[in-house]
Nanobody
Framework: QVQVVESGGGSVQPGGSLRLSCAAS????????MGWYRQVAGKERELVAS???????NYADSVKGRFTISRDNAKNTIYLQMNSLKPEDTAVYYC???????????????WGKGTLVTVSS
């Protein structure tokens, strides 16, 4: 059993900051890439940022320079520091972890249930 749990969402005014956390726990042998996605009702889920175990990162163009993804491999945890937030950043933010449960298992992607971020004055 693997669990992925997000935390840190909430409401903030435009220009403000929030920090999201995501922890993976349970039967984990090794985690590859972890990422943050977001989804607005009626739209497809989109990648916000991702980070590999070695530290390489990718960002959506819309968040470059404002959001920073980081990772603590010892804690199987990633973070998303969101600065200069805009109303269009409002969405449910989901965390994903691509991992192997055992040495011989195949990679599988696990998702959290999401955390709501609302940016409004």
């Amino acid at each position: 059993q693997v669990q992925v749990v997000e935390s840190g969402g909430g409401s903030v005014q435009p220009g403000g900051s929030l920090r999201l956390s995501c922890a993976a726990s349970g039967s984990i042998f090794v985690i590859g890439v972890m990422g943050w996605y977001r989804q607005v009702a009626g739209k497809e889920r989109e990648l916000v940022a991702s980070i590999f175990s070695g530290g390489s990162t990718n960002y959506a163009d819309s968040v470059k320079g404002r959001f920073t993804i980081s990772r603590d491999n010892a804690k199987n945890t990633i973070y998303l520091q969101m600065n200069s937030l805009k109303p269009e950043d409002t969405a449910v933010y989901y965390c994903s972890a691509d991992l192997k449960s055992t040495l011989y298992s195949t990679n599988q992607e696990y998702w959290g249930k999401g955390t709501l971020v609302t940016v409004s004055s």
